[in-house]
């Protein structure tokens, strides 16, 4: 019920293109949803984010679709660029405790080819 | 602002060995976290802290001990280091405990 599953594991993509990257979760109880970005040898960086009582977010290229139905939210990079070449993660969160703790999918490594 | 600052960037460590792991950020955050990153397993969290004096357990606490003295510091302590704690460990921090959460550049840690 904690965990979030992130898809696919890796994905190749050409300047220019669209790149797409699906999670899903099991637990109703989640209440935010943020993608982070991660360079090598850097700690990821918070891209976008989304709260469930909305069904887009777009930020620039970046794009969050979500759908609360089927417990699934997914990231869109329009206009893809090498510059985009980096690990994804999406992660949920909800309140425990004192603090909210984020639970993270496995990322998506994506290169964009030139 | 400095951000989230980590030391070391690079340690190996023996088995059995002990040592510090260093953050310390510089935004008054209240909230503050380590995390773990293996290969293919996304983050996991080691333990939290929501002020000073003030810390709990994450998801994968075991071999670790955090204290919390101040605002600024977070550090983690390893006692007798094992090879299944080769990770790469990341501090993060956060203004309201809710939403985005700051992120040192990591230590990444061999044992062994």
């Known amino acids: 019920q904690q965990q979030v599953k992130q898809s696919p594991q890796s994905l190749i993509v050409q300047k220019g293109g669209i790149s797409i990257i699906n999670c899903a979760y099991e637990?109703?109880?989640?209440?935010?949803f943020p993608w982070y970005q991660q360079f090598p040898g850097k700690g990821p960086a918070l891209l976008i984010a989304?709260?469930?009582?909305?069904s887009e977010k777009k930020e620039g290229r970046f794009t969050i679709s979500f759908n609360k139905s089927a417990k699934q939210f997914s990231l869109h990079i329009m206009d893809s660029q090498p510059g985009d070449s980096a690990t994804y993660f999406c992660a949920a969160s909800r309140r425990d405790g004192a603090t909210n703790k984020l639970i993270f999918g496995t990322g998506t490594l994506l290169a964009v080819q030139p | 602002n400095a951000g989230v600052t980590q030391t070391p960037k690079f340690r190996i460590l023996k088995i059995g060995q002990s040592m510090t792991l260093q953050c310390t950020q510089d935004m008054n955050h209240n909230y503050m976290y380590w995390y773990r990153q293996d290969p293919g397993m996304g983050l996991k969290l080691i333990y939290y802290?929501?002020?000073?004096?003030?810390?709990d357990k994450g998801e994968v606490p075991n071999g670790y001990n955090v204290s919390r003295s101040t605002t600024e510091d977070f550090p983690l302590r390893l006692e007798l280091a094992a090879p299944s704690q080769t990770s790469v460990y990341f501090c993060?921090?956060?203004?309201?405990?809710?939403?985005?959460?700051?992120f040192g550049p990591g230590t990444r840690l061999t044992v062994t």
């Open positions: 989304i709260r469930p009582d909305v």
């Open positions: 802290s929501v002020g000073a004096g003030i810390t």
């Open positions: 993060a921090s956060s203004y309201s405990g809710v939403g985005e959460q700051y």
């Open positions: 637990n109703t109880a989640f209440d935010y």
